[in-house]
């Protein structure tokens, strides 16, 4: 339980701060610049960690693998865009706490769609991400986010959201022989290449000057951290 509390508190920590960097930055980049970025920092950081896992294991890409990595890197895409610009209609202390929701919704419908056990512990440390998640960005009190539901900022956090937590039962559901740690690096090298080809299409290009920005820096490298905690 002490390690679910732990990690549940260091997720809600990671995720606040790169919401908070990434809304800041969105004054600046555009939602497709900022999805691009995050994914060039992300593939690069976890290249080496996933090289390891790739020579110490044998992968065999299943049917199931290659829809589980498709769909996540859709939602990748889909989340990314949406969440940035609900951050632009919303204050992030109505949006995030919204957003943080995944795990709960996961910890009640892996049961159901994966036939496991309820597990109070992952559902009380579930619980603690959201907690973390109001205790760190809520400045407008903890009734703040549920009394803005009706606003589309909010019903777009909750969107991503949904969207988050089918997306994690899909990745349980698809990669039952990999590591998560490649999953989770595939699933960024189709997100960065859907990203690629979507700023193309909309004849944008960050300049390597906006990489070495220090917040662009640091949502990137929390981003992957994030990602595998």
């Known amino acids: 339980m002490e390690i679910g509390i732990l990690v549940a508190l260091v997720s809600a920590f990671t995720s606040s701060l790169r919401e908070s960097i990434r809304k800041h930055v969105s004054s600046d980049f555009s939602s ?24 110490q294991s044998s992968i065999t890409f299943t049917p199931e693998l290659i829809l589980a990595l498709l769909l996540s890197a859709g939602g990748v895409l889909s ?28 910890a009640l419908l892996e049961p159901v769609f994966l036939a496991t056990d309820f597990s109070s512990t992952v559902f009380a440390a579930a619980l603690l991400v959201a907690i973390g998640s109001y205790i760190l960005v809520s400045d407008k009190g903890f009734k703040a986010p549920l009394q803005n539901l009706k606003n589309r900022g909010a019903l777009m956090a909750v969107l991503v959201a949904v969207i988050f937590a089918v997306l994690a039962i899909a990745k349980r559901f698809g990669s039952t022989n990999i590591e998560p740690l490649l999953f989770t690096y ?26 070495m920005r220090k917040d662009v820096a640091t949502m990137g490298t929390v981003t992957a951290v994030g990602a595998v905690i």
């Open 32 to 55: 497709v610049e900022i999805g691009y970025m995050t994914q060039v920092y992300g593939a690069v950081m976890l290249a080496p960690f996933a090289s390891y896992y790739f020579i």
């Open 186 to 211: 595939y699933t960024y090298v189709l997100g960065l290449i859907g990203f690629w080809i979507w700023k193309k299409k909309k004849g944008e290009s960050p300049g390597i000057e906006s990489f």
């Open 79 to 106: 989340t990314t865009y949406i969440y940035v610009e609900a951050m632009r209609i919303s204050d992030l202390s109505v949006t995030e706490p919204l957003r943080q929701m995944t795990p709960l919704i996961v």
